[in-house]
């Protein structure tokens, strides 16, 4: 059956990353690349009905496969202890620390119950993680998230490490090139390339991720 499906998956035409911010203050974003890795299209999302509005107007949504990217947890946290551990798993797996308003949760649950019901009327959605893309090309480690620094890191890094040389020279916002990140993602899992696989489930949605290590192979040859 899996093996099935992403045969499916192959014969997809375009690749949606959509870069999902879990605050209001900060947009999200979305790109499109084709099957050779062009980006068509890059824009930002302001609210859940932009999300929905792009993605059910897209012209051949049904040869596209999507990624959004999982938010972060934002629940306010009363004391510093809780905010250092809530990253380790084992915190989740001690029954005597409470997960009192999910503030052990890594992720956010916003914006399930609308990929969930594209995902119902037979939209092809997944969740991936931004952390583990960029870790698995080197991107994530010397920077502060979201910064000038971190930026340019990561553009820089789309451009040589995955040969993504379409990308402008100026400096693009953070969150389109974590929507490309999320496209590219997307476009391996649906090539079966062996670094990208399915990791967990979430809420009813599959997230899917590399593997350890670095992902350095030259991006037109995964196909």
Known sequence: ?????????KDKKTFIGISFSSIPSTESAVAVIDENL???SMDKLFSMHDIHNYLTTLPGIKNS??????????VMISSKWKYVSRVYHPVNLNSSIKNLDGWADRFS???T???KELKSEGYDIFRF???????????????????PADCKALQCGLKEKLNMHSLPS????????EAILGAYTIYCYSKENQKCKKLFDFHGLEVIGFLQGLCS???RTLS
């Open 129 to 147: 993680d931004i952390h583990n893309a960029k870790t698995a090309f080197g991107c994530n480690d010397a920077f502060l998230e979201r910064s």
């Open 217 to 219: 192979m030259p991006l």
């Open 109 to 111: 649950k916003k914006g």
């Open 65 to 74: 496969i999507i990624a959004v990217s999982m938010s972060k947890n934002e």
């Open 1 to 9: 059956m899996k093996n099935k499906i992403l045969k499916e998956f």
């Open 38 to 40: 062009n980006i068509i």
């Open 113 to 115: 119950d609308l990929f």
């Open 170 to 177: 100026n400096m693009l916002p953070v969150s389109e090139l």
